[in-house]
């Protein structure tokens, strides 16, 4: 499991009190208005955030808006940042949220939450969705992951890319840990067949 | 086909959540069924790949809208909204340094004859004080000035440096290496002009040429981004699907 | 050799950081390290590959008189001329470089040239392999050269843009922009021309006549103008010398870093010439035309002037010391010259 990626997650302690000490000074001058200050916050974790934004929504115009929304919601609410946690731990709670209110509503408008998924059984047909012993290509797998149905890549993206444990996408999502396993897992087997498609 | 019964089984592998006495049962099942190892073996790799997926990162335009809605809802301390890069501003130092240039050029004409203008301390001694006294003032404004719009333009140019930086790898390596000289060769300018101004801060050629270099060296930015664009377009047919927008 | 080698280098890389387009921003490093690996690769198989195949193909698009072409190459020259008619012809020759025969007429057939026309516009553009193509056949690099030797009527608006190959068109009085990477551009006997770029090779204009604005840069060549006629000339390079010689226009920009500039020609009534160089020489020659009001600033080379300039202020115009500015006026004073040099000199003479 890739811990680095856990250094982000809420649960997880925060730097060493130097850097804390960076932190709050650099919020201070963001209160205070300095505009350098906040785009040094800005350059420090857009990526990140952005590329959350980006597989959840399996989009990057609607995750530039909403890159851009996080960002000015994290401006207005700096106040509200007391150093308890980290930072980038901080903006990562608040920018999953806003993405996740952001799936929901989008979902609410399609009238749908889940998606029909095909049955899992089918996608595990070995023969037709084989990878070989070919390369997964990085560009590949991000342009499958936006093909996935939306409840699935959410799961995906928190269980394999940003990876969280399944007990913890649940309570993310609002969901039960048994569904989060079966929209991993069926997410998994389809990315499969996509990425096997693509030969 | 894949055994439907192991199914959960090979995720939970993968997942890294398989108890051992199931463990051990797929373990002996897969040495036996090629398309169940198959499958355990791709969800791994995807797993894996998930797991190493780098940052994507925001094209420029996100932060630039951040920082106007900052301005516009008057978010920002005044001194700090002019720090940044403004396409506004650009315009204004351009009829900043030509009003350095106006003004330098008519302050020359009243040094004495003959003589080159000096530092602005010795200057102020050497200029007869009943001579023009707003003069000596729009002396240090005219310093003022030109220190904040070689702020300017240095902010413009690390910003394109950095986008220029950051596809570089769409350029041709000969291309690059030209465009990397040249830039050299721009910088020279720009800092024997500024050893220039440190000698004689009043000398408007060296004014002018720190800015005329301080331009190129934008103007050489600029057409260097357009340049890598233009590449990246010349095959993009297969990259336009790659994310539908760029 | 050489340069024909990276020619085909440029191309090798353009067709594989194309189809990152979004991504090339995303993965730079990956990027890179990727290219090096290609260029070592390609480094080593060039030595073994002296077969050569070569293909010919012609193709005749309905352009009309006035109709719009843009041609888009990678790797290789584009030559366009003017034909009779009202046709366009484009002659498309590709040469393939491999190990074997077999396997450089394979490589013709994965480089391909996309030709459209629609309502008197057309488009000719070169089509390497995407990366997932050139993964399917296993391969990384396509000694491909392709050429376009083309005709058009001679009223065509053109568009021509090369990332690596010399660009050469001729007797075309629509409007023409030609840009590449690298390459020399070469522009003979146009009407307008709204631009002319490359960057490292040298970009060269003779004979053009218009009524609108010319700007010819390069970063690392020379720009050259003669015999030009239009309103306003932007002319530019980084290292490269600026030539502006027999030029008519009401605006002149030229600036170069290290390179020096020259202008030839009459100065209109009212008009504005600005001639700048950082470490290089300004000279200017006029010849006839109206006086004019000059300016003229070097930090640490010197002003001189053959022709007798009134000075502003009361400098005394017999003053033969070495000069680093010079304020005055000739003539009539109607046009304005701004010249500047950082360390090199100043000239003015007379033609």
Sequence with gaps: MATSKMTMHPSVPGPAEGARAAELALVERCRRGELGAFEELYRAHAGRLFSLACRMLGNPADAEDLLQDIFLAAHRKLDSFRGEAALGTWLYRLATNQILDHVRSRAARAGQITDGLEDATVLADAGEHRLGDRAIARIDLERALAQLPEGCRAAFVLHDVEGLEHREVADVLGIAEGTSKSQVHKARLRLRALLARKW | MACTRYLTQIQEMVDGTLGAIRRAELEMHLDQCEDCHALLDDLRRIHDAAGSLDDLQPPDRVWLQIAGRLRQDGRLAETAASSAPRRSHLALLALAAALVLAVGASLMLLWPRGETPRAPAEAGAGAPNSGNPAAVNSVEDVENELRQAEQHYESAITRLQQIANSSQSSMDPQVAATLQRNAQVIDQAIAESRAALRSEPTSAPARGALFEALRQKVTMLQDTIALMNEMRKGNSAGAAQVLNKS | ?351
């Design chain 3, 1 to 351: 050799m050489i340069q024909r080698r990276f020619a085909v280098l440029a191309a090798v890389l353009v067709a594989i950081a194309a189809p990152c387009l979004a991504n090339a921003q995303v993965y730079p490093e990956r990027l890179t390290a990727k290219m090096k690996h290609v260029v070592a690769a390609y480094q080593r198989r060039d030595r073994d590959e002296r077969e050569e195949q070569t293909e010919r193909t012609t193709k005749t698009l309905r352009l009309g008189s006035n109709g719009e072409l843009s041609l888009g190459n990678i790797a290789g020259d584009i030559t366009v001329t003017r034909g009779g008619g009202n046709d366009a012809t484009v002659e498309i020759v590709k040469v393939a470089k491999a190990r074997s025969a077999d396997e450089a007429r394979e490589l013709l057939t994965l480089v391909t040239v996309d030709v459209s026309e629609r309502n008197g516009r057309a488009e000719v553009k070169t089509r390497y392999p995407s990366g997932d193509e050139n993964r399917r056949n296993n391969r990384r690099n396509f000694n491909v050269t392709i050429t376009f030797n083309v005709t058009a009527p001679s009223g065509t608006r053109l568009n021509v843009n090369s990332v690596s190959g010399n660009i050469k068109v001729s007797d075309i009085k629509g409007e023409i922009s030609v840009g590449t990477a690298s390459g020399n551009v070469s522009v003979t006997s146009a009407g307008a021309i709204a631009e002319a770029k490359s960057v490292s090779g040298n970009v060269e204009i003779v004979n053009a006549q218009g009524d609108d604005s010319l700007e010819a840069s390069s970063v690392s060549g020379d720009v050259t103008m003669q015999r030009v006629s239009v309103r306003r000339i932007q002319a530019g390079s980084v290292s490269g010398n600026v030539k502006l010689e027999e030029v008519q226009c009401d605006r002149a920009e030229a600036h170069s870093t290290s390179g020096n500039i020259t202008f030839t020609g009459p100065l209109a009534r009212r008009g504005r010439y600005e001639l700048k160089s950082f470490s290089g020489e300004v000279h200017l020659a006029i010849a006839g035309g109206s006086g004019f009001e000059v300016d003229a600033t070097t930090f640490s080379g010197d002003v001189r002037s053959d022709l007798p300039i009134t000075m502003r202020g009361n400098t005394d115009p017999n003053d033969r010391r070495r000069r680093r500015s010079l304020s005055g006026t000739y003539g009539d004073g109607s046009a304005i010259l701004e010249l500047s040099t950082f360390s090199g000199s100043i000239v003015i003479a007379k033609k």
